[in-house]
C-alpha cells in the first residue's frame, strides 16, 4: 500500500514539475515574440530616418549641384 502511495505522490510531482515547465517554456517564447516584434519595428524606424536622410540629401546635392551649374554658365 505504502509503495503505491510513493507512486502516485511520485506520478504527481511529475506532472505538475511537466505543468511548470511547459507555463515556462510558453512565457519565454511569448517574449521572444514580443522581442522580435519590438526589434522589426525598431528596424523598420531605422529604415525610415535612412530614407529620410538620404531624400534629404538628395535634395542638397541636387540643389548645390543646379547652384554650381548657374554660376558656371555666368
Do not use: G, N, P
Not at 8 to 19: A, D, N, R, S
Not at 32 to 56: P, S, T
Amino acid at each position: 500500500m505504502m509503495i503505491m502511495f510513493i507512486i502516485i505522490v511520485i506520478m504527481i510531482i511529475t506532472i505538475i514539475m511537466t505543468m511548470i515547465v511547459t507555463i515556462i517554456m510558453i512565457f519565454m517564447i511569448t517574449i521572444m515574440m514580443i522581442m522580435i516584434i519590438i526589434i522589426i519595428v525598431m528596424m523598420l524606424i531605422v529604415m525610415m530616418i535612412m530614407m529620410i536622410m538620404i531624400m534629404i540629401m538628395m535634395m542638397i546635392m541636387t540643389v548645390s549641384y543646379t547652384h554650381l551649374r548657374a554660376h558656371e554658365t555666368d
